[in-house]
């Protein structure tokens, strides 16, 4: 029992030797009860627009085993990603949310679990049968943090910890070894329902429960289509992911800093503000330029453009005007549609001017149909 307690020890002293802020350990079980959950969200369509989150997948990923043969225990990792507070929004400019204000987290997060694995090889001088995941991959990782004491459900679906709220990136070691498993807490979010109330699109549909084509962040990063009309009112400046369910979660005022913090991504800034006009003038290889190695490639440009516009319409901003006529002259379809959408909310004279003439030249008909009911609303509203 020493020596398994001993094993214990150098496993936690050697994970947070390697920059990891948080380390617990659980057993090598099924996740039955997440599988089920999850199962009844893709049947509910809760799931929608995230193709690649599959029946199959879930079932692989809640199935230790099938990761890796012989496994017996899984060391659960936390890497807090919170940084020093940004300003506040200024007319012009998008937000992006904490987590892609650092570099890419998962070439982070792969790099220090490599790292701690070969540690403990070291350490433990023998060899470590070890695969590691972080939520790219199939293991459901808040199942995997909730288990092992890491942290609990938050009725916002977050994973929240007791020292460094729900800032935190998850990752799982798969591994031979034999450890005996940390308690899942005892604790919840008792009668608190900040997250539910505070979330402008109604998103949480119940406790614990997110439906999510109406989340900010799934409209901002995974949607590859058109936003639709009655969501874009609600998306506010956000250009990429949102944290208005962590921003007001009380857990979350008490957070600390990280140990060794992910280096932050200069494309983006400690404020996580992005200037949309800049945004809408990129070109492919200035975006790539710009934010390769950060999460927001993951949007692609169009996506951050899509959005740069829907944020300006949301601003009313005039000084927006040049940049979306622009955009509704030059920028790909999709980009076109949404920049006549924010061009009608603006609704100064300049942009119905943009509008009458796009709809004279256009011929794509999704963008003629965006422009048209732009200008009839533009009408309705215009400032002289």
Not at 48 to 69: M, N
Not at 155 to 160: A, E, Y
Not at 219 to 226: F, M, P, W, Y
Request: proline letters at 5%; one cysteine or more; aromatic letters at 6%.
């Amino acid at each position: 029992m020493q020596e398994t307690q001993q094993i214990r020890d150098q496993i936690k002293d050697q994970a947070l030797k390697c920059g990891f802020d948080l380390v617990r350990i659980t057993g090598a079980d099924e996740f039955v009860k997440d599988r089920d959950a999850a199962l009844t969200r893709i049947e509910a369509g809760q799931m929608d627009g995230l193709p690649w989150f599959t029946e199959s997948r879930v079932r692989r990923g809640t199935d230790p085993q099938a990761l890796l043969p012989g496994v017996r225990s899984i060391i659960c990792l936390g890497l807090s990603y919170l940084g020093q507070e940004g300003q506040e929004s200024g007319s012009g400019k998008g937000t992006v949310a904490r987590y892609a204000r650092v570099k890419d987290y998962h070439r982070t997060m792969k790099r220090r679990m490599k790292s701690f694995v070969r540690s403990l090889e070291e350490q433990l001088d023998i060899p470590v049968a070890a695969r590691w995941y972080v939520d790219d991959g199939p293991m459901l990782d808040r199942a995997a943090a909730v288990r092992s004491g890491l942290g609990w459900f938050g009725k916002s679906t977050n994973v929240l910890t007791q020292s460094y709220g729900s800032w935190v990136l998850l990752g799982q070691v798969l591994t031979d070894l034999d450890l005996e498993p940390d308690q899942p807490l005892k604790k919840t979010c008792g009668a608190c329902v900040r997250c539910i109330d505070d979330c402008p699109t109604g998103a949480i549909v119940a406790p614990y429960i997110v439906d999510n084509a109406r989340c900010i962040s799934y409209q901002t990063i995974e949607n590859r289509g058109v936003i639709p009309l009655e969501m874009r009112p609600l998306i506010g400046d956000w250009i990429f992911g949102c944290d208005i369910c962590q921003d007001v979660c009380p857990v979350n005022l008490k957070a600390e800093q990280p140990n060794l913090p992910i280096p932050p991504a200069e494309a983006v800034g400690q404020s996580g503000q992005l200037p949309l006009a800049e945004i809408l003038a990129m070109t492919e290889e200035e975006f790539r330029n710009r934010f390769q190695g950060t999460s927001i490639m993951r949007a692609k440009r169009v996506g951050l453009q899509k959005n740069a516009c829907v944020a300006l319409g949301n601003q009313r901003d005039e000084s927006g005007v040049a940049a979306l006529g622009t955009a509704l002259k030059t920028a790909d379809p999709l980009v076109r549609g949404h920049a006549a959408w924010a061009l009608g909310q603006i609704a100064t004279s300049e942009a119905i001017d943009a509008l009458e003439q796009a709809l004279a030249s256009e011929s794509d008909p999704y963008v003629q149909e965006e422009t048209g009911a732009a200008l009839l609303v533009a009408r309705n509203r215009e400032v002289r």
